[in-house]
Each structure stands twice: as C-alpha cells, then as structure tokens.
C-alpha cells in the first residue's frame, strides 16, 4: 500500500533530550513537510524539502532541525532549544507533477515532555 | 500574508441535521482551497479542494462546499450529519507550494 508512515506514534522525553522522529513516504512524492498541530492553533508549519538534498524553514522553525537525504525519508529532530516541544507533529507529502496536487499525511507523532 | 479564519472553534448539531462550517481566506491572489478532516489522533484526510472552474464542490463523506470569491469564502456543507462526521474540520489555502491553515472546527454530533 502507498502511504506515509510515522514513527513512533507516541514518544515520552526528558528535559534536555534530542529526540527524532521518522516520517517515510512510497509515494514517490518529491515534496515533504512536517507541522506542529497544538490545541486550538490549528497546523504550523516547521520545515518542508521541495527536493532532496533541499529544505527550508518554516513558520515555526527555531528548535528543530531537518534532513533530506533521501526522496522518501525527512526525519525531525527536536533539540532541546525547543522551549515548549510536547505536541502532535505530522509529516505530509505531496508529488510536484501536476500542480497543485493534494497534501497527504501520515498518521501523526505525539510527543511529551516529561 | 495570507491567512485563513476559522470562526467557529466548536459546533455541535443534531444528528441528520444540516450543518455549515465556514471558512474564509485572506489573499490579494489567487489561491486553492482545500477542507480536510481529522479523527481523533489520526493524520488529515482530504475532504474536497476548489481548484478552478465551478465554484460548487462535492467531495467524500457527502460533503460540499462553494468558493464565493466576492466574500472570499470556502464554506464546507454537509445536508445531513451522522454520528460518523464527529471530527475537527480544517480549511487550508495554497499559496507558493505551501498550505496555510485555518485552526480547525470541532464537529460534534448529537443523538
């Protein structure tokens, strides 16, 4: 089945801890992104990658980091400079070929900080 | 900038009663317009998206909605809910490859 897939869908950190979360799309899809999603406040944006190798900041970027080694793969990983971390994050992707298609997204990553 | 509004944060309805969630954006040019829901602690799910063409669009789930770009509207209809709609619905605008989101309407159907 072509879809995304995000794991773990939940994920407990200390303070002070880098923590990544994995996102992995087969839909062979140059385009990916990763939002924060907080109770009433709706979808931000963290980061997106139009290519591999290429990726940008978001609205909300400070305290995150990104990579785009691979077409399929954009793994997120939240620093400890991330002052409020303890959120739901979702990864979606989308193809560029015939524009503008649909954003798809994975099932979401819930993080708390304990 | 763009931006998305959302007016209603909550809206409850009886059930196999009609319901509107409006939704309304905020761009000096063209965009696409997308409603997706969301199950609780699951992903987003494409409903429908205006796109071009006719303003009245029909999607999944018996859902529709019509893009007025007078009042620059997206208002999402559904003529008669089921205990299955309950969910929070997010209207998004496109704008240089990027979607912006409104911050979601919670449905809530009542027996």
């Known amino acids: 089945d072509g879809g995304i897939t995000q794991s773990p869908k939940y994920l407990f950190r200390k303070e002070g801890q880098n923590v990544t979360l994995s996102c992995e799309q087969n839909?062979?899809?140059?385009?990916m992104y990763w939002y924060r999603q907080d109770p009433g406040q709706g979808l931000r944006l963290i980061y997106y990658?139009?290519?591999?190798?290429?990726?940008q900041k978001g609205d909300i970027a400070e305290g995150y980091s990104v990579s785009r080694e691979k077409k399929e793969s954009f793994p997120l990983t939240v620093t400890s400079a991330q002052k409020n971390p303890t959120a739901f994050y979702l990864c979606?992707?989308?193809?560029?070929?015939?524009?503008?298609?649909?954003?798809?997204f994975g099932p979401g990553t819930r993080l708390t900080v304990l | 900038a763009q931006s998305v509004t959302q007016l209603d944060s909550q809206v409850p309805v009886f059930e196999e009663a009609p319901v509107e969630l409006r939704c309304n954006y905020s761009?000096?040019?063209?965009?696409?317009l997308f409603w997706y829901v969301q199950y609780p602690n699951q992903g987003l799910q494409l409903l429908l998206k205006?796109?071009?063409?006719?303003?009245l669009v029909k999607g999944i789930n018996g859902f529709e909605a019509e893009f007025n770009k007078s009042q620059t509207s997206f208002h999402l209809r559904k003529p008669s809910v089921h205990i299955s709609d309950t969910a929070e619905y997010f209207c998004?605008?496109?704008?240089?490859?990027?979607?912006?989101f409104g911050t979601g309407t919670r449905l809530t159907i009542i027996p």
């Open positions: 979606a992707s989308r193809g560029r070929d015939r524009w503008p298609d649909t954003q798809y």
């Open positions: 839909l062979n899809h140059d385009a």
């Open positions: 990658s139009q290519i591999v190798n290429d990726f």
């Open positions: 761009s000096s040019v063209s965009v696409y």
């Open positions: 205006y796109l071009s063409g006719s303003t």
């Open positions: 998004a605008a496109d704008l240089n490859e990027k979607l912006t």
